[in-house]
DNA sequence: ACGACTTTGTTCGCGCGTTCACAAGCGGCT
DNA sequence: AGCCGCTTGTGAACGCGCGAACAAAGTCGT
């Protein structure tokens, strides 16, 4: 009775197993103690029966004909995603956008909580944000290997981000969630997750756009 | 000879076929002229096969035995995506994300063009960034008419996010870029691309994990 | 205590997206 | 002009994720 469980989630399904958590701590703070499928599925935008699809990938939690128990099932989440054991994060490029970030309170209660910044700006090394003061970059390798950070974010100018990148992969950082439109190259190991706010906003106005045409298509 | 091609891309190649763009701009400040399949992909970590098919969906444009044409490509992908028309949109919620996105310039040569930024705070009204000043909430509907704006951008705290989609969707945005940590609920006929910073970080470091355990498996 | 209702967990079938592999086509060289 | 090599475009197989339908199970009412 080692490994009751295929040990592999898909990727989709986490994504939205940390959607299901946010929705479940909402309802948490709002005083529920259960929830059918079909109601944390409305709450999630998705499917009823992916919905539980997805919650069998981590085993029985629910009890038939009543639902499943908010706390529980948001304490089990927690635990296959990681979210309960702290994770720390290096944040590079301290603009605007980095500032957000820095700033965010949703990090922490996620188990993320940063343990630097870095900007290569003088003006901008030294300013506090949240409780974190802001460094050189010159100070990046040595606080990643302090303080064992696994994942790096990178908020910088698309010029800079490949060599940012580089950096953070000799350093050890094994993850990187990046936020300049480029494509970063990385060694075998390291999983990069773009994000890309032009691409996404050209996806929806695309979408907008093949929905208002079929109009057009009837006249064919 | 009407309609030669299909008529419907499948989103995910939508979502490739931005960042096609985006490599080929750089490209083409670059000077190149013609580029291959095989370099292509690999400029935007994808398989080259799975490029061909994408590019195949908007008929073909490349000559056998040299390439693809980069300017000639990146035009036609820019006008399949629609990114020659400037569209209107409008940005409600302008705390650092929101000034970030207004800052960005990216929007700008993508086909993307701020019409107005909208913003609760009496402290915040009136900020100029960009060449656009903010505005009270009370404008947002008679500004999404007078531009007849098709796209809104989300980026206020979670607690308003709905009340700012419902409005969005009342004045007759159809297309909604949501920032805040909620899932919202729209009425049919407006599409939601949900950006959750959380979401995407709680991925990373999951796929991080499960490519560290591994060797407890071989264990067993 | 028994029956019926509600809700979960699972299994099946479908459609999509991805990948590989081959044939067709074009340029360059001789 | 003809041949050769290179690259595109497409057809088919594979695998995966998604959605719907069914059986198991537990609870509430009588």
């Given at each position: ?46 499917n009823p029966a992916g919905l539980r699809k ?105 010029d800079v981000a490949q060599q940012v990148c ?43 756009q093949q929905r208002a045409v079929p109009a ?5």
């Amino acid at each position: 009775m080692i490994q009751p469980r295929p040990r592999t989630i898909p990727e989709a399904t986490v994504a939205r197993l940390a959607v299901y958590l946010r929705v479940l701590t909402s309802l948490a703070d709002g005083g529920r103690t259960t929830v059918s499928s079909g109601e944390l599925a409305s709450a999630a935008g998705v499917n009823p029966a992916g919905l539980r699809k997805d919650l069998s990938h981590l085993g029985s939690c629910g009890v038939r004909g009543v639902g499943y128990d908010v706390r529980a099932l948001r304490e089990r989440i927690s635990r296959v995603l990681g979210a309960e054991r702290s994770r720390a994060c290096v944040l590079v490029g301290i603009g605007n956008l980095g500032t957000a970030l820095a700033d965010y309170a949703g990090f922490g209660s996620r188990g993320f909580r940063f343990v630097g910044l870095f900007d290569a700006s003088p003006s901008r090394v030294g300013q506090v944000i949240g409780n974190l003061a802001v460094r050189p970059m010159t100070d990046l390798e040595a606080t990643v290997t302090a303080t064992d950070a696994s994942i790096g974010v990178i908020a910088t100018p698309a010029d800079v981000a490949q060599q940012v990148c580089d950096r953070l992969a000799a350093a050890g950082v094994r993850s990187i969630l990046n936020f300049a439109p480029v494509t970063l190259a990385v060694p075998e190991g390291v999983d990069v997750r773009p994000v890309d706010l032009s691409v996404e906003l050209q996806v929806l106005a695309f979408l907008g756009q093949q929905r208002a045409v079929p109009a057009e298509e009837v006249t064919a």
